[in-house]
């Protein structure tokens, strides 16, 4: 079974720090990572996504890197604000053609002004 | 440009009726998908529309779930005989086309509450 484990499940992060939440997978046949952001009532909302052939990719605030030998992404927020205080999710798709997404559990992340 | 809108946004029902919950992708997009948002499973696929193309059901979690796509646009998930276990929040998603490296744009979702 396909599985994606997210870490840690909550965060709490003074405003100007730094947060990151950790994701592993236990399947090679994964082609595109990326991470969701949701608020309370919406749907969630894409962040930042990766290729596996890419080490790292920044986006403002927001950088991933991703180890494919390890099999581990992770997410981090630069200069956490109170206003990405959030929950998060990492996914991954699978090699093939409908490009279903695998989440992780979810990150609450709580920035402290 | 507008989003995908999903309808009803609450919808609260008697165990056993059936219910129909309904997505509008943004336009354009030619992939659409519906998943499920609950505290004990967190997100889960349900099934996926490309095209003209045969769907993917794999992960309807009984028979008692089932989905349409009506002209290549909106769709309709339905849940019969609805269950307790059933309560969650259905979001639909859309891109532009189906496979791994298309962005996927989610509505707001339809919270289903079965009483």
């Known amino acids: 079974q396909q599985q994606v484990k997210q870490s840690p499940q909550s965060l709490i992060v003074q405003k100007g720090g730094i947060s990151i939440i950790n994701c592993a997978y236990e399947?090679?046949?994964?082609?595109?990572f990326p991470w969701y952001q949701q608020f309370p009532g919406k749907g969630p909302a894409l962040l930042i996504a990766i290729r596996p052939d890419v080490s790292e990719k920044k986006e403002g605030r927001f950088t991933i890197s991703f180890n494919k030998s390890a099999k581990q992404f992770s997410l981090h927020i630069m200069d956490s604000q109170p206003g990405d205080s959030a929950t998060y999710f990492c996914a991954a798709v699978p090699s093939g053609n409908t490009g279903k997404l695998i989440f992780g559990q979810g990150t609450t992340l709580q920035v402290k002004p | 440009g507008a989003g995908v809108s999903q309808s009803p946004s609450n919808k609260v029902t008697e165990k056993g009726k059936d219910v129909e919950l309904r997505c509008d992708p943004i336009?354009?997009?030619?992939?659409l998908y519906w998943y499920r948002q609950s505290l004990g499973q967190g997100l889960e696929f349900l099934i996926y529309f490309q095209g003209n193309s045969a769907p993917d059901k794999s992960g309807l979690p009984s028979d008692r779930f089932s989905a349409e796509r009506t002209g290549g646009s909106v769709s309709t998930l339905t849940i019969q005989r609805t269950q307790q276990e059933d309560s969650a929040v259905y979001l639909c998603?859309?891109?532009?086309?189906?496979?791994?490296?298309?962005?996927?744009?989610f509505g707001p979702g339809t919270r289903l509450t079965v009483t």
């Open positions: 336009s354009g997009h030619t992939a």
């Open positions: 998603a859309s891109s532009r086309g189906g496979g791994p490296l298309r962005d996927q744009y």
């Open positions: 399947n090679t046949a994964f082609d595109y």
